[in-house]
């Protein structure tokens, strides 16, 4: 039996993460912080508790002050 796409997600447990990027530089990005190009602690512009969750959306969707990183803290 195949199931639908949603059911085989919740059945295996499946974690589905989303990245708002270009999938194409996601590699040598990664390879650009390993090797210590692009300092993290510098990336982040913005960091907001899960509860501001949709002013942090609207941070990042706007680049409201200049916001480049949006982290979302539990």
């Keep these: 039996m195949v199931l639908p796409p949603i059911t ?3 059945m295996n447990e499946i974690t589905i993460t989303g990245s708002r990027a270009n999938p194409n530089v996601s590699e040598r990005a990664l390879n650009m912080f390993e090797v210590g190009l692009i300092k993290g602690d510098k990336v982040v512009t913005h960091a907001f508790p899960l509860e501001k969750y949709d002013e942090a959306l609207e941070t990042f969707v706007t680049r409201k ?3 480049v990183k949006v982290v ?3």
């Design 65 to 67: 002050d200049g916001a």
């Design 8 to 10: 085989q997600i919740v």
């Design 72 to 74: 979302v803290e539990p």
